[in-house]
T-cell receptor
Framework: DQQVKQNSPSLSVQEGRISILNCDYT??????FLWYKKYPAEGPTFLIS?????DKNEDGRFTVFLNKSAKHLSLHIVPSQPGDSAVYFC????????FGTGTSLTVIP | DAGVTQSPTHLIKTRGQQVTLRCSPK?????VSWYQQALGQGPQFIFQ???????QRGNFPDRFSGHQFPNYSSELNVNALLLGDSALYLC???????????????FGPGTRLTVL
């Protein structure tokens, strides 16, 4: 059973515009959520996280929003840059870490 | 400050063989987790080691086993390899479960296993 879902396999955005990546989860007991970025031939790199007691966390161009009632989180990247092109995974922490299937972001110069 | 390292980077085995993958955690980390990432999928949790004990285990058969050494490095062993075991195997480390930074896992580059 997929407890963390990323329903958009890919997303293309123009440079300078906002990228919004979405993630849904099913388990209300998750207490921490994370976003990872992955380039080809590399392991995932931690990007930003949010505790379940918050609804927003911001770090530079990256902001994560958490809507617990909808069991939904999103990652906003503003402004998007070509170097942001990568696969983005959302993950949730309970007794273990659960990952979504990833969204491939392409930022077009 | 060395990050998470894994060896080998690539490995080719045949069905029925056994394989051992190795991982050294990031400096200062004592918890190691292993993940399997099949093509087009997200990482799937195999198990986690802390204080040389298996602390959590995902939905993987007993053919998958592991070990953690006193220096916190870890091995993943897979016996009786199947074609479906072909995947990228990722190792991740983080600080101990009681730490505030526990949730921030750092990943190695992975070992690409191909089973023929």
């Amino acid at each position: 059973d997929q407890q963390v879902k990323q329903n958009s396999p890919s997303l293309s955005v123009q440079e300078g515009r906002i990228s919004i990546l979405n993630c849904d989860y099913t388990n209300s007991m998750f207490d921490y959520f994370l976003w990872y970025k992955k380039y080809p031939a590399e392991g995932p790199t931690f990007l930003i996280s949010i505790s379940s007691i918050k609804d927003k966390n911001e770090d530079g161009r990256f902001t994560v929003f958490l809507n617990k009632s909808a069991k939904h989180l999103s990652l906003h990247i503003v402004p998007s840059q070509p170097g942001d092109s990568a696969v983005y995974f959302c993950a949730a922490s309970g007794n273990q870490f659960y990952f979504g299937t990833g969204t491939s972001l392409t930022v077009i110069p | 400050d060395a990050g998470v390292t894994q060896s080998p980077t690539h490995l080719i085995k045949t069905r029925g063989q056994q394989v051992t993958l190795r991982c050294s955690p990031k400096s200062g980390h004592d918890t190691v987790s292993w993940y399997q990432q099949a093509l087009g999928q997200g990482p799937q949790f195999i198990f986690q080691y802390y204080e040389e004990e298996e602390r959590q285990r995902g939905n993987f058969p007993d053919r998958f086993s592991g070990h953690q050494f006193p220096n916190y490095s870890s091995e993943l062993n897979v016996n009786a390899l199947l074609l479906g075991d072909s995947a990228l195997y990722l190792c991740a480390s983080n600080s101990d479960p009681a730490s505030a930074a526990y949730n921030e896992q750092f990943f190695g580059p992975g070992t690409r296993l191909t089973v023929l």
